[in-house]
Structures are given as C-alpha cells and as structure tokens.
C-alpha cells in the first residue's frame, strides 16, 4: 500500500501545526469534513493527511479518511491521486462502494476507460439500487464498444504499415509516407500499444539499418519518442533493446531537425524514469527518482562523457549541453553534485576552453552559441551545490582543470582557451569565476594578453575583461589597471576588436548603476561611448556579432538617463535594435531586454523614506541620487515611443529563450507598456497575450508575477473574449488568481480582482474554473479589507460569480463520513 501518511501540503505557521498537534484523528477528519463542505478542499485534504497520521494503516478509520481525501482531490482534479487513494482504501476495505465509484470517476477522467467499466460494473454488482452509477455504466460501455472498433481498425492500420515500410518492392516515398503514419499511429492510445504487441520497436530498429534516408530516420525517432512519452513500462521496454547509447550516438549529426526530434526522445525518456514535465511546469517525483536511479545515472553519465567528444557534432553537442542545463537542477534530476563527483565538470570546461577560430587536429566543432549553453549550464550546476562544503569541491575541481591543465603550460594556446574557460564561469557562477581572478596571476595574464600584438589575444582577454567587471570593485580595480589597454584596443583598425574595447569601457563606465552622483569617467564620455555603440548598431555592413555586442554596449549604458533620452531620439538606432530583437537569436537575448528594460524602467527600485536619506545624510553616508530625466513623464514617453516602433513584436520574438532570467525581463517591459490603457490593444494585436500567458506559467516567480499583472492590465480595459480567444480565457485565470495572494503587492491585488470580474462574465467554464481550489475562498477575503477599492472589487466579482450553477455552497457539498 502506498505511504498514505505522507502528504504535501501547503506551509503552515507554528500556531497552527501547535493547534492541529493537539486534534486526534476524528476531530481533524470532523474539521475536514467541516471545510470540504464550505468548499476549502486543499484545506480538507490537510486535514485528513494529518488524520492519517496518528490513525493505523490497515484500520477502517484510515479507510474512511482515504475516501474522504479522494472525494477532496476529486473536487480540485487531481485524478491520479484519487486513484492512489481509493485503491489504499480498497485494500483495507475491499467491497467499499463509494471507495469504488470515486475511483471509476477519476479512471474516467484520466481516460482509463477499461479500468473505470471494471469499477462501475463492481459498483452496480455491490449496490444494484444505486442511480448514480448508471449513467455512467452506460456511457462507459458505449465508450468501450467504440475503442473495441478502432482497436479493430487499428490493428489493420499498424500491420499495414509496417507491410509498406519494410517491403522491398515499396517506393522510397510510400516509404517515408508510411514512416509518418507510424509515427501518427504512435501518438494514440491504442496505436502504441499495438505497436509494441506487434515488436515495433525491433521493425524500426530494422527500417533504420534498411533504409539510410534522414526522413526516415526522423520517422523512427519521433515514433519511439511517442512510444515512450507518459509510459515508463514502454520506456524500459524500449531502453532494454536499443540500449543508452543509441540515444547519445544518433545526436552525432549535423541535421538541426534530426538532431531536435532525438533531444526531445531523450527528454521524454527521462521525464518518464523521473516522472517530470520540465515544459509542463511539472517537478520531479523524488520516489519514482530513486526507483529509477541506476537508469538515470547511466543516461546523464553518458551526456556528460559524450559532451567533450571529439567526433561529435556541432548542434548535437549543444543539444547535449541543453539537455545538461534541462535535468541537471533540484526541480529536475537533481544530478548537480553527481555531476562534479563524475569529472564531468573537466568535460564541461573542456568545450567552455574551445574557441571556433581555433582549428587542431582534436579541436572540438561548437557554434556561436556553445560558450552560452556550457555557462548556463555551469550555473546551474553550482545552484545545485547546496552547502558549503559542496561549493568548495566544486571550486577545487574548477581550479584542478585551470592550474593543472592550463596556466602552467607556457604556450600562448594554453592561456587563450585558459582565459576562455575563466569568462564562461564568469558569465555563469559568478562567485565561482572570481575564485579564479582571486588566483595570483590571472588578471594580470589577461591584461598582459590584451597588450600584446596577437589579434586571438586581444579578442579573448578584452572578452573576460568584459565578464570580469561584473561588481564595482570589479570594475575600480579594472579602472586603475586596464581602462588605458581598453582605449588602446579601441584604436584597433579590427572592428571585432574594437567593439569588444568598446563595452569594456561601457560595462566599466556604468558601474555607478541608476546613482547619477557615480561617475567612473568624465562628463560626457557616457554619451560618446553610446554615440559609438549607435554607430556600429546602425550599420547594416557590419555583421551581426558586432551588432550584438553594440547592443550589450547600451544594455550598460543605458543605466545613464542622459544615455536613454538621446538613444530613444534616435529613430534609426532603435529600429536597429527592434530589428536584431525580431530575429529571435537567443545569443542577443539578454542585452537587447536588458536596454529595453532600462529604456522603460521597468527594473525594481526601492522606495525612498525621506527619513532614512536624512539620517544618511546625517550619518555623512552615501545617498544614491535619481536623474531627473528618470521622471515618469520621461519614462511613459520612452515607452510609448517603444510601443509605436513595434517593441511587441520583438518581445514575442525573443520569449522563446529558455533563460528564466531574460523571461522575466520580457515580462518586465511587458508590464511596463500594459501600464498604459491605450496601447494594450497594440500588445495583444502583435501576440503579446499569448506569450504573457506561456510567461505566467512558467520562470522565476518575479517574472510570473510580472506577467500575470500585465495579463491583468490587459482584462480590465479589453474584452476578454478579444483579448484571450477560446480556451486562453480558462488558462489566464489561474495566474490572475495568483496576484491574490498576500504577499503581492495592494494594486496588484486590486488589478486581479479587476480582471476575474471581467472574465467571470464570459462562460460558465471560466466562471468554473475560477471557482475551483477554494478560489471563491481567496477573492471573498477581499470583501473584508480595510481598503475600500479593494472590497468593491471583490464585491463586484463575487456578484458575477453568482451566477454560476458552482457557486451554490449545497451544491458543493459530497458525501463525507
């Protein structure tokens, strides 16, 4: 039977786990039965885990409180732990009629037909008298008559398909043609299981070996991806027979479809063994995890070991890179610390130490965008070391790989990809890539490599340079040591090299941040470096890389007010700078959102109690001073001049990154042009909605806050069935919900309540939704807040609710014992 006393809960204060402490099992199912009924059943569902606790597992009162707690998830739709439930149930009390009946209704739910007609038929056998079963029996062997005639059909199909695509005398088109109908046929239910009874995992195998074509090839992937998804009995199946690496060998391609459809089997594979969604949202289940170890560990030791191979691919090394990045996080696999206990943190800073202009006979291939998945990922590896001790043996290994490898040899070779290694940790763990600055030599071998004549040289120290002055300290001690190396790579005829210098001097000269009384330079060089950085981003002779790295250029200096308003006055400049955003290259990301940020500033800023300035004053401390021209007046016109060029546009381009921190910048600029009532309908013209949406869901919990608010700017002045079209308006409610909560801020509050009044008058399933998992509980709160908008709102809201056929309290009432 299942571990029924463990449940995860919501977090409670010391004096409610005190008043619960002190409840024996019937008082806590009498108080969950209470709150079931007032509808709280996330409130309810504790309740009962806590009865469970103190009750024996094979008692009828743990029976009892089971069926109770599945009636409760049934109510908030999670289904699968219905089932869990009423089968522990079952077990202690197996002829239980309404442990049964909630189970059949959740097996149906979870489209389980076969096991829901089980129960149903069970039910009607035990209690022949009860109606509710009926219609329900008869749906449910309506439902099975249908899946016996397409199962019928099906099995024809598959046979058929397989006829076509391993005979000999079958043209290569109706080859491919019948590959996809596989692939079709795996994606349904049925399909996939015939597939597997008809050994479809060896034909596939077999039409790879017959047949040497990429479509097909592509086919068979893509079918054991669909194969495997959401079936981890089908997964090991298949792992058993093509084996681990299989997977990591059919990454060693140069096809970008190919190699994407292999990347996403993997992630499928191991989200089954971990029991994960990465895309859904959905965490690891750490049970299933260690159940599934052994597997786990073999597949990442094997991506880990591939990932500095040689012989291995361009894309299919970044592709492993992803992977890397994906599974290796806490939510994930949580495979950080196995990860530097394997050496598989020497492989990541070996391909961190490549360099693309640098060709050798054992060289690896990587792209433009290797260098950022390999930081990224050296990031999120460093997350994961959760103590100090675990820091330190990352540290330890990094400088195994730096001192034993690298610095010591004499070679100029050695201290470029030396230095390269350095700036990827810098532009990952930060603290991480200072422990080797720190190291005695490193910072002047750079500014030594800057100086020397060698174009390789230069290009490489002026780029750790570029990462080095991440902090002002950084950046003073770069000042007093390398501004006059910087100003002389300026003077390069080598634009690559000269517009490196150029955001070193601009990352160094902003390093006072939003402080206009911090000057590193003198007055006015601010402007003359952006007057440089417009030059080269306008420019359309001048190629993309250099484009980028004029835009990362402006992404520090535009903390500069005098630097915004003159940029923002430049038409050409920032169409320029719309224009590479549209691309939607990941690798401009994070600069391009960054200047847009700071054109709109929508960054945090930290309230000014005049008090506080007065005692620091006092106290003859430093006061940060704001620029008059970062007055809102400024701002709104910076942004609606942003809004008119088409910053949306460019906005959706870029939300495609899989950097939690560039989504929450998106969403920041998002928010900061929903601000303004006319120029929503612009946003949801040029698909900002839809991306809000996705941004809601899913990133750092600033950013999901972020976006959820402007999702909300957005209900209240439009027409929700405009705004969010067909199912958008059900899937907004639940991050507009979310701005409920006490620790968002008054207005936000008061701009959700705003929304859900609005939405609740569209359908009754949004109305629905709205009123599920005690949402009526959490906007009636607001009836009784001192603020008085805020409880005309929630007035106002609950008012529309009315009308739904949910909002009858009797009618939310099940039976509970």
């Known amino acids: ?134 219609p329900i029996l008869t749906r449910l062997n309506v439902k099975m008559q249908e899946i016996a005639k397409q199962q019928a059909s099906t099995m024809n199909k598959v046979k058929s398909m397989f006829d076509l695509v391993l005979g000999e005398d079958t043209s290569p088109e109706n080859r491919v043609q019948a590959a996809n109908n596989i692939v079709a046929l795996a994606k349904e239910k049925a399909g996939a299981e015939l597939i597997m009874k008809e050994s479809g995992v060896t034909k596939l195998l077999a039409l790879m070996k017959l047949e040497k074509n990429e ?69 690891s289940d750490k049970k299933l995890m260690k159940e599934n170890e052994q597997m786990i560990d073999k597949i990442m030791q094997s991506l880990v070991k591939t990932v500095s191979s040689r012989v291995m691919s361009a894309i299919g090394r970044d592709a492993l890179l992803e992977l890397i990045m994906k599974n290796v996080e806490y939510d994930s696999l949580n495979w950080g610390l196995k990860l530097v206990d394997c050496d598989g943190l020497c492989n990541l800073l070996d391909v961190a130490s490549e360099l693309q202009e640098i060709h050798y006979e054992s060289s690896m291939r990587i792209t433009g965008r290797t260098l950022a998945h390999v930081s990224v990922a050296l990031d999120r590896i460093y997350y994961c070391m959760d103590c100090d001790k675990n820091r330190e043996k990352f540290r330890t290994k990094m400088m195994e790989f730096i001192n034993s490898e690298k610095l010591r ?173 549209k691309t939607g290259d990941l690798s401009v990301v994070y600069g391009c959102v960054t200047t847009l940020v700071n054109l709109t500033n929508s960054y945090d800023q930290e309230e000014i109690i005049p008090e506080l300035v007065e005692l620091a004053k006092f106290a003859k401390q430093h006061v940060p001073e704001t620029h008059v021209k970062d007055a809102k007046e400024f701002v709104d016109r910076r942004v ?96 507009i919900m979310a701005l409920l909560h006490p620790d968002c801020k008054a207005l936000q509050n008061f701009e959700s309540l705003m929304a859900l009044t609005n939405l609740a008058q569209v359908s009754p399933s949004v109305r629905s939704r709205m009123l599920k998992d005690s949402g009526l509980l959490k906007i009636e709160d607001y009836m009784y807040q001192d603020h008085e908008m805020l409880r005309r709102a929630a007035t106002q809201c609950v008012a529309n609710l009315m009308v739904s056929d949910d909002f009858d309290y009797m009618k939310c009432q099940a039976t509970t014992e």
């Open 215 to 283: 479509e097909i090839s592509l086919a068979v992937i893509r079918a054991l991806g669909e194969l495997c998804k959401n079936n981890i009995s089908r997964t090991y199946e298949i792992l058993k027979e093509i084996g681990v690496s299989f997977l990591v060998e059919n990454l060693n391609s140069n096809s970008e479809n190919y190699v994407s459809a292999v990347q996403y089997f993997i992630q499928l594979v191991l989200n089954d063994l971990a029991g994960m969604d990465i895309r859904g949202g959905k965490k």
């Open 409 to 581: 040899d004499a070679d100029i070779e050695s201290k470029v990809r030396a230095t390269c290694a350095i700036t990827a940790l810098l532009q990952g763990p930060v603290e991480a890539g200072n422990a080797c600055l720190a190291q005695k030599g490193v910072v002047e071998m750079m500014l030594a490599m800057a100086s020397s004549e060698d174009e390789l040289q230069q290009r490489v120290a002026a780029e750790a340079i570029i990462a080095a002055a991440s902090k002002k300290e950084k950046c003073t001690a770069i000042v007093s040591m390398g501004t006059d190396i910087l100003k002389k790579l300026y003077q390069s005829k080598n634009d690559n090299i000269k517009v490196r210098a150029l955001v070193g001097l601009c990352k160094v000269g902003s390093s006072g941040g939003f402080d206009a009384s911090i000057k590193m330079f003198s007055e006015g060089s601010s402007l003359k470096l952006a007057k440089a950085c417009r030059k080269f981003l306008v420019n359309p002779k001048k190629d993309k890389d250099l484009r980028k790295w004029a835009v990362e250029g402006l992404s520090y200096l535009t903390l500069d007010a005098d630097v915004k308003e003159e940029l923002i006055e430049d038409k050409d400049a920032i169409q320029a700078l719309i224009e590479l955003t």
């Open 640 to 735: 609606k001049a942003l809004a008119e060029s088409g910053v949306t546009v460019a906005l959706v381009a870029l939300a495609k990154t899989e950097s939690k921190n560039s989504k929450e910048l998106i969403s920041r600029v998002f928010n900061a042009i929903c601000e303004h009532p006319d120029l929503r309908g612009a946003v949801v013209q040029q698909g900002g909605a839809k991306v809000l949406v996705n941004l809601a869901l899913e990133g750092t919990e600033k950013g999901k806050t972020t976006a959820a608010q402007a999702l909300s700017r957005i209900a209240i002045t439009m027409n929700p069935e405009v705004a969010f079209p067909g199912q958008r308006c059900a899937e907004v409610v639940r991050p």
């Open 1 to 134: 039977m299942p571990d029924i006393a463990e449940e995860a809960g919501k977090a409670m204060t010391s004096s409610e786990v005190t008043k619960l402490d002190d409840m024996d099992a019937a008082q806590l199912k009498e108080e969950g039965n209470a709150l079931f009924s007032a509808g709280d059943y996330s409130g309810a569902i504790k309740l009962y885990s806590e009865a469970l606790k103190q009750c024996p597992g094979t008692s009828t009162e743990a029976a009892t409180l089971l069926k109770n707690r599945a009636a409760a998830y049934l109510k908030v739709g999670e289904h699968r732990k219905v089932v869990r439930d009423a089968t522990a149930a079952l077990e202690i009390t197996p002829a239980d009629v309404k442990a049964l009946f909630r189970r059949c209704q959740a097996y149906e739910k979870l489209e389980n037909y076969s096991e829901a007609f089980k129960d149903a038929r069970a039910v009607n056998h035990l209690d022949p008298k009860n109606s509710a079963i009926q």
